[in-house]
């Protein structure tokens, strides 16, 4: 090929590549048809980046024996089919830039290699696969199929993967690659799309070697819908060969045999837990549908079973809905799930989290939480939730220990660093719950749990309006739960605005008949309004109803006005919190 070293094998650019020997333009191991000139005239470009190539360099290598008039439509339609290739533009240009009447320059970096060996790969990030669906509403496929394939990758003991969550972050961020290499310690990046039209599905993936940004291994994958499973298996598999990663003969057995679950049931459990991982009420609406679809057409799928109990255990967790109709139904469909699968690692979570906040049995939680963990070491929930174990019991420092293990698997976890809002705020720790809060806010600016995380900093450090502001915005950006409008109206209490304060309590209890409202949330404004009888009639309320919220007494700094009163003690007590350890 003219004007590039011979020894080059692929030049790369963006999300593209160009193999020097077979002429053929890839987008991300996918390949791009070019017609002839077009893509001489990329080869050109690409041997000397950042040159103009004139526009007579051009016409003597294409077109020599043609009149100056055939010369430049020739030129102008080949510019023109490239740039339509690169998703390019004349105005915008990302690569090709026009220098009027003189040629054309190459903007982007060129990189070549040679040498890099895909072989000694040992830490991968799985980058979230790019749908290429005209329907937005298939995003949960892709979204899914990531986190499965992640999943997979991250049981094979000799390979470490990055968390989902930090891989999502990341693809917002757009980084270099080099950089995302050195801030993450990784060696190898999967990157890739989804398609699935017309009954068929096609994964395409490609390896990049990341502390070089280049590109070492390429493949598409394609089966029908019904198989998705067994194709998703499959481009695992392919990963693992190509990287040569050794596997235990467990493992060896995990990645080749692939679940027999119906494929439309395992359709819906993907887009069950998408739209649960938003963490708001329509969001479990719409995940409990899903799930419930997914088990009516394989009743015996464990993974549907616990992802429907963790809806319920939400709802009932954040007030949405009643205790009977939250954490109690939550207990008996992950008791199902277990015995569906005892050594699935999710069930056992599930159950511990209906044990901690329906029967307020500390020990029974632990006991299923660390068998979830004994079950699948890299199961971040199974961290988080058995931290606010510790929390609620008082025990800050095997929270702290607990939740930085859950971080060390998944730093940027959506789910999980609420958790350690929550370890920072029982601890009273408010200046680094601020900084925490604010840290994450940049990352997920509308996730509820956040904003409510800065509201309680705020206020326990008399920041009153701000305490108050976020507390709307955790409330606006949950959908309106009543946790949040509950702490709002505290906030003005304790601002000492107590008309406002009414007024929140005064709609809250209205409302109480077409909508749940926890007592405990009620017992704290009228505590924070001074109201004590009130207080402990709401508390005591929400100890025969087993509202979620009553464990928390023990640690709950807006219960410190309460503390002295013997009927407070007398709650406690039937709470039968175990003993902080000695250590």
Request: net charge negative; charged share 25%; with cysteine.
């Amino acid at each position: 090929m003219k004007n590039v070293p011979g020894e080059l094998q692929t030049l790369r650019f963006g999300a593209f590549e160009l193999d020097v020997q077979t002429g053929e333009l890839r987008k991300q191991g996918v390949r791009i048809r070019l017609q002839e000139q077009p893509l001489r005239i990329l080869q050109m470009l690409l041997a000397s980046p950042g040159r103009l190539v004139s526009r007579e360099e051009l016409r003597a290598a294409l077109w020599p024996n043609n009149s100056y008039i055939d010369f430049d439509q020739g030129l102008n339609r080949a510019i023109n089919k490239l740039r339509e290739a690169l998703g390019d533009s004349a105005e915008g240009p990302r690569f090709i830039e026009t220098l009027a009447r003189r040629g054309y320059r190459f903007l982007g970096d060129v990189r070549t290699d040679t040498s890099v060996d895909s072989s000694g790969v040992r830490s991968l990030m799985i980058l979230p696969l790019e749908s290429l669906s005209q329907d937005p509403e298939q995003g949960y496929f892709a979204e899914g199929l990531t986190e499965a394939l992640t999943t997979a990758l991250a049981k094979i003991s000799a390979l470490r993967v990055t968390s989902h969550t930090t891989a999502t972050c990341y693809k917002r961020v757009n980084k270099p690659m080099p950089v995302i290499a050195r801030e993450l310690g990784i060696e190898g990046v999967i990157e890739g799309s989804v398609l699935r039209a017309e009954g068929r599905v096609r994964i395409s993936v490609q390896l990049i070697h990341a502390p070089t940004d280049t590109h070492l291994w390429a493949e598409s994958y394609e089966r029908e819908v019904r198989d998705t499973l067994t194709l998703q298996a499959e481009v695992a598999r392919a990963i693992v060969e190509e990287i040569q990663v050794k596997l235990t003969p467990q493992e060896r057995t995990q990645l080749e045999r692939a679940p027999a679950i119906d494929p439309q049931a395992y359709d819906e459990y993907l887009r069950g837990r998408y739209y649960w991982s938003k963490r708001t009420f329509e969001g479990s609406r719409r995940a409990i549908r899903s799930f419930e679809e997914a088990i009516a057409r394989e009743p015996r799928y464990a993974a549907a079973h616990a992802g429907l109990a963790d809806c319920y255990g939400v709802l009932g967790y954040y007030g949405m809905v009643c205790p009977q109709d939250g954490c109690a139904k939550s207990k008996q469909i992950a008791l199902q799930a277990i015995e569906i699968d005892p050594y699935a690692a999710e069930p056992h979570t599930s159950l511990a989290w209906s044990l901690q906040y329906y029967d307020y049995d500390f020990v029974a939680a632990e006991r299923e939480y660390r068998r979830s963990i004994e079950l699948n070491r890299r199961y971040v929930v199974a961290h988080y939730w058995l931290s606010m174990s510790f929390t609620w019991q008082g025990r800050f420092e095997e929270a702290f220990m607990e939740v930085k293990q859950a971080l060390d698997l998944e730093p940027l976890s959506i789910a999980g660093n609420p958790f350690l809002s929550m370890v920072y705020a029982c601890a009273r720790q408010y200046e680094q719950l601020a900084a925490h809060a604010r840290h994450i806010i940049e990352l997920y600016p509308d996730l509820p749990q956040l904003h409510w995380a800065l509201g309680w900093a705020a206020l326990d450090l008399s920041q009153f309006e701000l305490a108050i502001a976020e507390f709307k915005l955790a409330a606006e950006c949950s959908g309106g739960a009543t946790v949040y409008r509950a702490m709002t109206a505290e906030a003005y209490a304790l601002a000492g605005n107590q008309h406002e304060a009414r007024k929140i309590l005064e709609a809250l209890l209205e409302n109480s008949a077409r909508e749940y409202v926890t007592p405990y949330m009620l017992g704290r404004i009228y505590a924070a309004l001074d109201q004590r009888d009130e207080a402990f009639s709401w508390l005591e309320a929400g100890w025969k109803e087993r509202a979620a919220w009553m464990p928390f007494l023990k640690v709950d700094p807006r219960m410190d006005v309460l503390r002295s009163d013997p009927r407070f003690s007398e709650l406690m007590n039937r709470i039968r919190y175990p003993p902080v350890p000695v250590r």
